[in-house]
């Protein structure tokens, strides 16, 4: 008979595995390589998201002397010599995004033919650079994004709706940029690491046609804002500039290449796991996406669909990607999709009669921040107390934050620099 590890240890190995999984995604260290391979210097450095100080930061470090501009959120501001740096609001636009969308356009607009932009894009990007297109205004951008954030859509269907309304996202930068030389290294955060989805493609050609994404937008029921409909109407009669199409000359010279993604940290929390604790069997484990509570049923299901065998063997998962939740008109609380799916995990568990005897979920989003809240996600062990009828309650008011603070199950990490999605990491033991 294995003898189980103890209840602390698997709490600790999920937080050191989470915590290494950061590591591999260390924004710093994978952008100073990758500058250190240009064939050109550059003579403008943009950054933008949630690792654009770090990334640029990162750029001086490997001796590259343009400056430029760095747009990023309140928490992981910094100044740095030679950039004219902006701090700005997510999830929700605000209008120093607006401020420094201007700045970003009014300095690329004036590059030319013998030019180099680098541009650093990661995680956050398209709420920070917000630049509506003409004829919307900030406040109509604002109700827009609200209304995508509470449709349940994925961020690739979000992002398809974005590059509409946008001066600068799908490629419409590099249209501004033409004719010069643009680089742009990025840090993904959506799933398949699709560039036209990182910070919306603000260099990137928008492969989904427009009857398309005008559907998409009807059946959403995002037609309901006054603006839409005429704004759609006006670009399908040619009257407003599409987004950058493949082909487009202003695209001849773009080069892009994805730096690091959420690829790379789930591999780092595997190893990690595999080598801290080699007994520890580790399960293929799906995607994340769909709906969070849905997502932590389904990986419920595959923890207690284990058999039975050696009695103590601990195995486990861990999975990587993005979830959403759609917000009903009971959605009166707090919380974010990590939140929400580690503590529908555990419902999920404590309701099931072939749960295993102990289980641990740590669910986090890698940014550090999961949703409008200043946790990451939330850690939940079997021996937690668990309270049936509050967690029904929270999820049904999506109100996981209240929830797991109030039990001490929230994980915290701080800002991390980086966006690569959201980790997912469970140990189960029979």
Excluded at 163 to 192: C, E, N, W, Y
Excluded at 321 to 342: F, H, K, N
Aim: proline share 6%; with cysteine.
């Amino acid at each position: 008979m294995i003898k189980p590890p103890p209840v602390t240890d698997c709490a600790r190995l999920l937080r050191t595995a989470f915590d290494a999984a950061l590591i591999a995604g260390d924004p710093g260290k994978v952008t100073k390589e990758a500058c250190s391979t240009l064939d050109t210097a550059p003579s403008c450095i943009i950054s933008v998201g949630k690792a654009a100080g770090a990334m640029a930061t990162a750029a001086r470090d490997a001796g590259l002397k343009a400056g430029g501009i760095v747009v990023t959120t309140d928490e992981n501001y910094c100044e740095i010599a030679g950039f004219t740096c902006f701090a700005a609001a997510h999830p929700v636009p605000d209008q120093r995004g607006l401020d420094a969308a201007q700045a970003v356009a009014d300095r690329v607009v004036s590059l030319g033919v013998d030019d180099h932009l680098l541009l650093l894009i990661s995680g956050g990007g398209s709420a920070l650079l917000p630049a509506p297109a003409d004829g919307v205004t900030l406040e109509q951008k604002i109700q827009l994004n609200d209304a995508l954030l509470a449709s349940g859509m994925d961020i690739h269907k979000m992002n398809i709706v974005r590059r509409l309304f946008s001066r600068l996202k799908g490629g419409r930068l590099a249209r501004l940029a033409a004719p010069a030389k643009i680089t742009q290294f990025l840090l993904s955060d959506v799933p398949d690491d699709r560039p036209e989805s990182i910070a919306s493609g603000l260099a990137v050609a928008d492969p989904v046609p427009l009857e398309l994404a005008v559907a998409l937008i009807r059946d959403a029921g995002l037609d309901r804002l006054a603006f839409v409909p005429p704004y759609i109407d006006a670009m399908m009669a040619g009257k407003i500039e599409q987004p950058v199409r493949r082909g487009d000359p202003a695209l001849e010279r773009v080069s892009t290449r994805i730096l690091a993604s959420n690829i790379h940290c789930r591999e780092a929390a595997s190893r990690f796991i595999a080598e801290a604790a080699p007994d520890i069997t580790q399960l293929p484990a799906p995607t994340l996406d769909g709906e969070a509570a849905e997502m932590a049923r389904r990986l419920a299901r595959q923890i207690c669909c284990q058999p039975s065998g050696n009695s103590g063997q601990v195995f486990g998962l861990v999975a990587g990607g993005e979830t959403t939740v759609t917000l009903g008109s009971q959605a009166d609380g707090l919380g974010g999709r990590s939140q929400e799916l580690a503590l529908a995990f555990a419902a999920s568990m404590k309701s099931s009669a072939d749960a295993p005897k102990f289980w641990a979920i740590l669910a986090g989003g890698t940014d550090g921040r999961d949703g409008p809240t200043d946790a990451a996600g939330g850690l939940i062990l079997s021996s937690d107390v668990f309270e049936a009828e509050a967690a029904s309650t929270a999820l049904l008011r999506h109100d996981s934050y209240h929830y797991l603070k109030q039990r001490n199950q929230l994980l915290r990490v701080g800002a991390t620099g980086t966006n690569l999605a959201d980790l997912v990491l469970v140990l189960a033991c029979r």
